[in-house]
């Protein structure tokens, strides 16, 4: 069974530092795509980064493009996202998700995580 | 960007109704377009992909079609479970985009 549990989570002070890990289990870490996802409360979906199966090539939304930075660690079957000048505005629930692809059918998110909150506030 | 708009951003139906919601793109997305519910207090979960294929374990009852700019996801009957947000996403070029949701309330 695909499993993704994160960690990490909890209260930072604006201008503050955070990383926040997503555990893998129940498939080859190493051979998939993986992408961090917010949820600020009581709104929508944001797309935040995505890193491929290497961790050779990664992508972030202009958002949090130069604050934060995705990784893993496929020998632990780890995701990470370190967070850096973090803003009131990141206050959110992050979630880890894999990113399933065939050429046919293009890619999505097939399986998440369920969250990890981290909270921006003085 | 890839703006995905959502419509309804609200509907209210009864057990057994028909529902359909509709997803737009500002760019043409082929049919590299998937659908995920979520219920509240949960992750979101994927029911649809490249436009019209069920993940495995969905209810037939979704079903999804639709390509370039315009999609649709519909419930063929709707049931209790099937209250939730559900949302259209785009993972054809970056930044991945999301609709902005919509809500299926019980009426």
């Known amino acids: 069974e695909v499993q993704l549990v994160e960690s990490g989570g909890g209260l930072v002070l604006p201008g503050g530092s955070l990383r926040v890990s997503c555990a893998a289990s129940g498939f080859t870490f190493s051979n998939y795509w993986m992408h961090w996802v917010r949820q600020a409360p009581g709104k929508g979906l944001v797309w935040v980064a995505r890193i491929d199966s290497d961790g050779a090539g990664t992508t972030y939304a202009d958002s949090v493009k130069g604050r934060f930075t995705i990784s893993r660690d496929n020998a632990k079957n780890t995701l990470y996202l370190q967070m850096n000048s973090l803003r009131a505005e990141d206050t959110a629930l992050y979630y880890c998700?894999?990113?399933?692809?065939?050429?046919?059918?293009?890619?999505?998110?097939?399986?998440w995580g369920q969250g990890t909150l981290v909270t921006v506030s003085s | 960007d890839i703006q995905l708009t959502q419509s309804p951003s609200f509907l209210s139906a009864s057990v057994g109704d028909r529902v359909t919601i509709t997803c737009r793109a500002s760019?043409?997305?082929?049919?590299?377009l998937a659908w995920y519910q979520q219920k509240p207090g949960r992750a979101p979960n994927l029911l649809i992909y490249?436009?019209?294929t069920l993940q495995s374990g969905v209810p037939s009852r979704f079903s999804g079609s639709g390509s370039g700019t315009e999609f649709t996801l519909t419930i063929s009957s709707l049931q209790p479970e099937d209250f939730a947000t559900y949302y259209c996403q785009q993972l054809t070029t970056y930044p991945v985009t999301f609709g902005g949701g919509t809500k299926v309330e019980i009426k």
């Open positions: 490249a436009a019209s």
């Open positions: 760019q043409g997305l082929g049919r590299y």
């Open positions: 998700t894999r990113s399933a692809y065939e050429n046919d059918s293009g890619s999505r998110n097939d399986h």
